[in-house]
Nanobody, 117 residues
């Protein structure tokens, strides 16, 4: 079993930056990738990006080079989502999940990001 916790959300002005953290614990050897998602009020949850245990990243088109996912290659205990040039449209609850070998993903409880002046 894997437990995932996000942190780092908050209120930021348009054009500002935030760094979210995702910490995994438990059977971390079963994690092969981790992903960041977000869900705005009234919208479906959407993928922001993923990072594999080997450090390969993929991003949704809307990221447009503004967001970066980092972690420690070979170690899935902690990954980060650096968000720059934030826009009001980025306001959402941001979730982290751990993709597991032979099991359903483990999700965190989410962290609120609000972009507003």
């Amino acid at each position: 079993q894997v437990h995932v916790v996000e942190s780092g959300g908050g209120l930021v002005q348009p054009g500002g930056s935030l760094r979210l953290s995702c910490t995994a614990s438990g059977s971390i050897s079963s994690i092969y990738a981790m992903g960041w998602y977000r869900q705005a009020p009234g919208d479906q949850r959407e993928l922001v990006g993923t990072i594999t245990i080997s450090g390969v990243t993929n991003y949704a088109n809307f990221v447009k080079g503004r967001f970066t996912i980092t972690g420690v290659s070979g170690n899935m205990t902690k990954v980060y989502l650096q968000m720059n040039s934030l826009e009001p449209e980025d306001t959402a609850v941001y979730y982290c999940n751990a993709l597991l070998w032979g099991s359903s993903p483990s999700w965190g409880q989410g962290t609120q990001v609000t972009v507003s002046s």
